[in-house]
């Protein structure tokens, strides 16, 4: 459950820093699926693969410039059905365009998100919960907009901290963010990545069980240290844990 350190309080950003952000996200979006096309197909595989059939309505938080769409294989109800959430507006703009007939929102998946209580019958995190400051409240939120007896909560999020992923980090988002900006990249990085996989697991562990749980690339190696994601397709529980 929530415990002091939550919200987690950043520096606040300077004008500059701000555009640098939002400038280098979106370039960073339109460059991973073509220079790093290997971890993102595990990125946006694993959901598709993992989800139940029959699923009508889906909720996807953190949605960038709507990549993972073009991984799902919809029908037109559950694309008229599919909704975007992005915190900035000028990647929702872009999802908007090039996916006209989901629906592409702005807004903040740490918030009471407007649609009733048990909505969805999917709800999509990929590589968001370890950006978000208010983590226990994003949680919270996704368990009370899933279905309890068909929702499902599909997750992926990076092995931050292991030495694998720092490697790979080095070599490829650090090198896209030194060929657009300068300035340096510690200051952007120590502000996105701010939640390791121990702490997000404990705060989904009291609203969700854990349905199947898979490492990248070496799931035959489970251990973070070796490895650069981490999988999870989970199912809310009746009740949340108390305590």
């Known amino acids: 459950m929530q415990t002091a350190k939550w919200p987690k309080v950043l520096p606040p950003l300077t004008p500059e820093q701000q555009r640098i952000s939002d400038g280098f996200m979106k370039v960073w979006h339109q460059e991973l699926p073509t220079r790093f096309g290997i971890v993102e197909r595990f990125n946006h595989s694993f959901p598709v693969r993992h989800s139940r059939p029959g699923?009508?309505?889906?909720?996807?938080?953190?949605?960038?410039?709507?990549?993972?769409?073009?991984?799902?294989?919809?029908?037109?109800?559950?694309?008229?059905?599919?909704?975007?959430?992005?915190?900035?507006?000028?990647?929702?703009?872009?999802?908007?365009?090039?996916?006209?007939?989901?629906?592409?929102?702005?807004?903040?998946?740490?918030?009471?998100?407007?649609f009733p209580d048990g909505y969805f019958d999917r709800y999509i995190a990929v590589h968001v919960m370890e950006h978000l400051p208010d983590l226990p409240s994003c949680i919270r939120e996704a368990y009370r907009l899933l279905n309890r007896e068909r929702g499902q909560l599909l997750v992926v999020i990076p092995c931050e901290g292991s030495p694998a992923y720092s490697l790979a980090r080095k070599i490829s988002a650090e090198r896209v963010y030194n060929r657009h900006f300068k300035g340096g990249y510690h200051w952007l990085i120590s502000r996105e990545h701010i939640n390791l996989p121990h702490e997000i697991l404990a705060e989904l562990k009291p609203y969700f069980t854990i349905e199947k749980k898979v490492l990248f690339p070496l799931p035959f190696l489970p251990f973070i240290f070796n490895n650069l994601c981490i999988g999870l397709a989970l199912r809310p529980r009746p009740v949340p844990l108390q305590g």
């Open 55 to 114: 699923f009508r309505t889906t909720v996807e938080i953190g949605a960038g410039l709507g990549e993972h769409l073009h991984h799902e294989k919809l029908s037109a109800e559950q694309e008229a059905n599919y909704y975007a959430v992005e915190l900035r507006e000028n990647m929702a703009e872009e999802i908007r365009r090039r996916f006209p007939r989901a629906k592409a929102i702005t807004g903040d998946c740490q918030a009471r998100l407007d």
